[in-house]
């Protein structure tokens, strides 16, 4: 079976970005279409932080209340043991917004909500098991999407195109935007270990001098992200489980047998973390938002708050040509215009706090750095700067506000 549909938006890709962006301009009254590949949300050990700057998004547009019925934990600080002391490295409490916390909550419920808000417009439309596979381009124009469905091929035609496919964009490579990558790749090794009553209530860090531990409090488990530098991964995974539980256990503030919990490699996931983005963000008739156009690295675990934050962007400087059929290429510019600083902004200071040099620097990279890393010393010695880092992780560079349309 082929079909072929007319919309004025397609977006490729239901994660955070696509969702809000699908959202917001269903809400504005623009024809939109999500094509998601997968036949859920329901995929594990996403970002699952839900920032003040996101949450005040979803105060702004009236959701807030119901939301936050959902399952979550809320983090009003973040905190870090250094040399066994307990320092909060990150605290919300002076923010100027409704919300003065992190809502941990898993991606599929966020997504889900979303999903169901939008799906309340008669104008909006979400395909599920729907891959993007191809781009239509008349005359060097981008006209819409080639998707490959379990029911055949559907091409969509539209006014736009936005690839809010991920940091494995198909959309930005079938494109041809250009990447520029920087930094050195580190692994972030996910795994769940039971929380006990006795444990400790809040976010923590562990620094080590091969690895660092971060442990998210979700309830009745921890969620645990051991980093390591690239390549460590393989060495231990060679080593066996007990190796890596040995690993875990020199940064973990838990009793030593709960990494027991971990029994084999099928109960962690490996994530590749890069910082990377495009050198521009459209082309004529398509543009990239979220992850497809800026790759972050977990510190701070921002990326789910910057692909929100694109996303209201883009509703804002684009609903209105795209409803009167009169967007154009500054319209496009004007969203990356809009969105570089904050982005720069933000993988620049990732990169100074993971003190690491540009790509192609591996060898030097491999020295061992030992202690925690200098800006978790600098926010112990002075307390206030705690303050200073919840506003740039809860709020970042530049926060969006949703526009009357
Ligand atoms: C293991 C892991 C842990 C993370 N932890 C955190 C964290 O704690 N905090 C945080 O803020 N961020 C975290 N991140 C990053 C965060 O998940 C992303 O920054 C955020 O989800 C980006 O949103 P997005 O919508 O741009 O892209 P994504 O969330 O990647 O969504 C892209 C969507 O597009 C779909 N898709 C891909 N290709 C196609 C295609 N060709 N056609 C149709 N659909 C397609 C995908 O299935 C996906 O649903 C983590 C990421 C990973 C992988």
Redesign the pocket.
């Known amino acids: 079976m082929q079909e072929d549909i007319q919309t004025t938006c397609a977006i ?8 809000m962006l699908g959202y917001l301009l269903a809400r504005a009254g623009v024809d939109v279409i999500v ?4 036949g859920d ?1 329901l ?1 594990d ?5 839900i ?1 003040p700057s996101t949450l005040e998004v979803m105060h702004e547009l009236g959701l807030l209340d119901e939301f936050l019925t959902l399952p979550h934990t809320k983090a009003p600080k973040l905190t870090a043991e250094i040399y066994g002391k307990q320092v909060t490295i990150a605290d919300f409490s002076r923010l100027p917004v409704k919300c003065r916390f992190i809502a941990f909550m898993p ?1 599929w419920d966020f ?1 889900n909500f979303l999903a169901q808000k939008a799906r309340g417009y008669p104008n909006f439309r979400l395909i599920m098991d ?4 191809d781009l239509l381009v008349e005359h060097e124009r981008v006209s819409g999407l080639v ?1 490959q469905t379990p029911q055949g091929r559907v091409t969509i035609r539209s006014q736009l195109v936005v690839g ?8 930005r490579e079938k494109a041809g935007l250009e990447i520029e990558r920087f930094g050195v790749p580190t692994e ?1 090794v ?1 795994m769940r270990l039971s929380r006990k009553p006795d444990d400790p209530m809040e976010v923590m860090g562990h620094a080590g001098p091969r690895q660092g531990l971060v442990l ?1 409090n979700r309830g009745d488990y921890w969620q645990c ?1 051991l980093v390591v530098r690239k390549g460590t991964f393989a060495d231990v995974r060679n080593g066996g489980i007990e190796a890596f539980q040995r690993l875990v256990n020199e940064v973990s503030p838990l009793p030593a047998d709960r990494v027991r919990e971990v029994g084999s490699f099928d109960d962690v ?1 490996l ?1 590749t973390v890069r910082i990377d983005r495009l050198k521009c963000w459209w082309r004529e008739g398509l543009i990239c ?4 156009a800026h ?2 690295s ?1 510190i701070g ?7 929100i934050q ?1 996303a209201v962007a883009c509703a804002n400087i684009l609903a209105r040509p795209l409803r009167e059929g009169r967007l154009a290429q500054d319209d496009l510019a004007a969203v990356e215009k809009r969105r570089r600083f904050p982005t720069r902004a933000t993988q620049k200071l990732q990169l100074m706090m993971r003190g690491k040099r540009r790509a192609g620097r591996d060898d030097a990279d491999r020295q061992e750095r030992k202690g925690p890393p200098a800006f978790l010393l600098w926010i112990a010695r002075l307390p206030l700067l705690s303050h200073l880092a919840g506003r740039l992780i809860g709020l970042g560079f530049r926060m969006e506000h949703i526009r009357p349309q």
Not at 45 to 49: K, N, P, Y
């Open positions: 490729a890709g239901g994660g955070p970005a696509g969702l094509v998601e590949k997968h949300f995929r050990f996403r970002g699952d932080t920032h991606q997504l729907a891959e993007a596979s998707v809010a496919d991920g940091r494995n964009s198909a959309v972030v996910w998210i992200g996931s994530l938002i979220g992850d497809a790759a972050m977990p675990g921002v990326g789910v708050n910057l692909a694109d």
